[in-house]
T-cell receptor, first 114, second 109 residues
């Protein structure tokens, strides 16, 4: 399968713990996006990278959240000191920088903070 | 905030055409209309996009009005597997996607 891969698919953690998610984009895609989705809502943009550069961050991305894409390939999203309000589906997408912005999404990581 | 308005839900009989409307009255001249869908517990899936002209691919057809203020996604022969939330999104060629709450299409047997 050459689609966008996310790991883990599910994560249960206790409030106050740190969690890290990984996203592997489609190999030739140089843009990578992170979104968050809560129940009954559409995905909300968090941040995106072009290659290794983080070009935009949403105001939703508080200082407890950090994302990296160190070599312009896979990306990680870390949440420090998790809160119950962080419970959501975290989605990763990738696209080519050139041309129309067709984003291909992974299956997501579902986070539950107890 | 999303720039589009969609009905929250629609029903369609299996085998019939599903026509999903979307209003985007504030669309700019260089903005595209994208359609994605999200089947339960999966990530969104790209369906189709258009700028001014009507478009068709193996999944669906997209009809955009001449003034570009609204569009309709057409699934010509809906199946049970088409049951999903359908999102109409307006955006530039390289921008982030701003999702609304979409239309839940329920295909009935």
């Amino acid at each position: 399968d050459t689609g966008v891969s996310q790991d883990p698919r599910h994560k249960i953690t206790k409030r106050g713990q740190n969690v890290t998610f990984r996203c592997d984009p489609i190999s030739e895609h140089n843009r990578l996006y992170w979104y968050r989705q809560t129940l009954g809502q559409g995905p909300e943009f968090l941040t995106y990278f072009q290659n290794e550069a983080q070009l935009e961050k949403s105001r939703l991305l508080s200082d407890r959240f950090s994302a990296e894409r160190p070599k312009g390939s896979f990306s990680t999203l870390e949440i420090q000191r998790t809160e119950q309000g962080d419970s959501a589906m975290y989605l990763c997408a990738s696209s080519l920088a050139a041309g129309i912005n067709i984003q291909y999404f992974g299956a997501g990581t579902r986070l539950s903070v107890l | 905030d999303a720039k589009t308005t969609q009905p929250p839900s629609m029903d369609c009989a299996e085998g019939r055409a599903a026509n999903l409307p979307c209003n985007h009255s504030t669309i700019s001249g260089n903005e595209y209309v994208y359609w994605y869908r999200q089947i339960h517990s999966q990530g969104p899936q790209y369906i189709i996009h258009g700028l001014k002209n009507n478009e068709t691919n193996e999944m669906a057809s997209l009809i955009i009005t001449e003034d570009r203020k609204s569009s309709t996604l057409i699934l010509p022969h809906a199946t049970l597997r088409d049951t999903a939330v359908y999102y109409c999104i307006v955006g530039g060629a390289t921008n982030k996607l701003i999702f609304g709450t979409g239309t839940l299409l329920a295909v009935q047997p």
